[in-house]
């Protein structure tokens, strides 16, 4: 089996250098020296790996040790798998790799596993290769080898948990005011549901009289979902958003076109399957108070 630059990333696993899960002796169990073996194998890999030395990268498994890629290739043996480094380096010259590592555990005093996220660069500046990585690791004569290396396909990390909450407003919702204005809402997940985008129209015996889109999203910084709003007037603002299960509230701040500051709460409530309520409270222009609106209730749109 040839080994592919795409495909090496998940065995590189083994090279957990810089400040790598080897070094987190709060995540990792097992003897100091353990550690510190494992440690001083990775990085004589990255030197082997960064040389492109395919005999003394493949040294780093044992005899009978396997390597497979994410489309379930194996290599099988030594031999074997310095064959597949020696291919990789004649064909991708002056790779470079990082590695994430994210657990590591000894199942006995001989015996580790570790996970992680490997990156394999090429030299032409182009994205990293990226998978996942399990790897066996036995302890053989004082020295840690690794007796398997398995990668699966790396999915990039996406906010959907912290949004699951809102999944019930996905869809396309009308409903109208007090005053026989027409409210239209549809929510849809962005690509990878990372975000969740909101449009929002008013009409007015059919005259369209306002329009604005928000992006609801997590912020992992201030560990909370965030929204930010643009308005077809050239308003636009930022909210803050909480929950109490079906019902969440958003607090947002916005600029008015003429430059004012504006505030206001928005509640946002599940009714039922196809229903969902919308209000606004604690209205405010340049600091002047406005009335509540009144709860709208809108109904799903039927496909």
Same mark, same amino acid.
């Given at each position: 089996?040839?080994?592919?630059?795409?495909?090496?990333?998940?065995?590189?696993?083994?090279?957990?250098?810089?400040?790598?899960?080897?070094?987190? *002796?709060?995540?990792?169990? @097992?003897?100091?020296?353990?550690?510190?073996?494992?440690?001083?194998?990775? &990085?004589?890999?990255?030197? *082997?790996?960064?040389? +492109?030395?395919?005999?003394?990268?493949? !040294?780093?498994?044992?005899?009978?040790?396997?390597?497979?890629?994410?489309?379930? $290739?194996?290599?099988?043996?030594?031999?074997?798998?310095?064959? =597949?480094?020696?291919?990789?380096? %004649?064909?991708?010259?002056?790779?470079?790799?990082?590695?994430?590592?994210?657990?590591?555990?000894?199942?006995?005093?001989?015996?580790?596993?570790?996970? =992680?996220? /490997?990156?394999?660069?090429?030299?032409?500046?182009?994205?990293?290769?990226?998978?996942?990585?399990?790897?066996?690791?036995?302890?053989?004569? +004082?020295?840690?080898?690794?007796?398997? /290396?398995?990668? !699966?396909?790396?999915?990039?990390?996406?906010?959907?948990?912290?949004?699951?909450?809102?999944?019930?407003?996905?869809?396309?919702?009308?409903?109208?005011?007090?005053? =026989?204005? &027409?409210?239209?809402? %549809?929510?849809?997940?962005?690509?990878?549901?990372?975000?969740?985008?909101? !449009?929002?129209?008013?009409?007015?015996?059919?005259?369209?009289? @306002?329009?604005?889109?928000?992006?609801?999203?997590?912020?992992?910084? *201030?560990?909370?979902?965030? !929204?930010?709003?643009?308005?077809?007037?050239?308003?636009?603002?930022?909210?803050?958003? %909480?929950?109490?299960?079906?019902?969440?509230?958003?607090?947002?701040?916005?600029?008015?076109?003429?430059?004012?500051?504006?505030?206001?709460?928005?509640?946002?409530?599940?009714?039922?399957?196809?229903?969902?309520? #919308? $209000?606004?409270?604690? $209205? /405010?222009?340049?600091?002047?108070? #406005?009335?509540?609106?009144?709860?709208?209730?809108?109904?799903?749109?039927?496909?």
């Amino acid at each position: 089996m040839r080994l592919r630059a795409s495909s090496v990333v998940g065995v590189l696993a083994f090279a957990l250098v810089g400040p790598g899960l080897v070094a987190r *002796a709060d995540q990792a169990q @097992g003897k100091a020296e353990d550690r510190a073996g494992i440690q001083k194998a990775a &990085e004589g890999f990255v030197e *082997a790996f960064h040389k +492109g030395d395919a005999k003394a990268a493949a !040294s780093f498994w044992t005899p009978d040790g396997e390597l497979t890629d994410v489309a379930g $290739r194996r290599l099988k043996g030594r031999e074997a798998i310095e064959q =597949g480094f020696r291919q990789l380096f %004649t064909e991708h010259k002056n790779l470079k790799m990082h590695i994430e590592g994210q657990s590591l555990r000894f199942v006995t005093p001989d015996v580790a596993i570790e996970e =992680g996220l /490997s990156e394999v660069f090429g030299a032409d500046g182009g994205p990293p290769s990226r998978a996942h990585y399990t790897n066996l690791l036995v302890k053989k004569d +004082g020295k840690w080898l690794l007796s398997s /290396s398995r990668e !699966s396909p790396y999915t990039p990390p996406g906010n959907f948990e912290h949004l699951r909450g809102l999944q019930w407003a996905v869809g396309e919702w009308s409903g109208r005011t007090e005053a =026989g204005d &027409e409210e239209r809402i %549809t929510f849809d997940w962005a690509a990878n549901q990372n975000f969740l985008v909101g !449009s929002f129209a008013t009409t007015a015996k059919n005259v369209p009289v @306002g329009a604005a889109t928000q992006w609801i999203g997590w912020d992992p910084l *201030a560990k909370r979902v965030r !929204s930010w709003i643009f308005d077809e007037s050239g308003a636009f603002g930022e909210g803050n958003w %909480t929950a109490d299960s079906d019902r969440w509230t958003a607090k947002m701040s916005l600029v008015l076109p003429d430059g004012k500051k504006a505030t206001v709460t928005i509640h946002l409530s599940r009714v039922d399957a196809d229903t969902i309520s #919308l $209000r606004s409270t604690d $209205r /405010s222009v340049d600091g002047k108070p #406005l009335p509540d609106t009144k709860e709208v209730k809108l109904s799903r749109v039927k496909s």
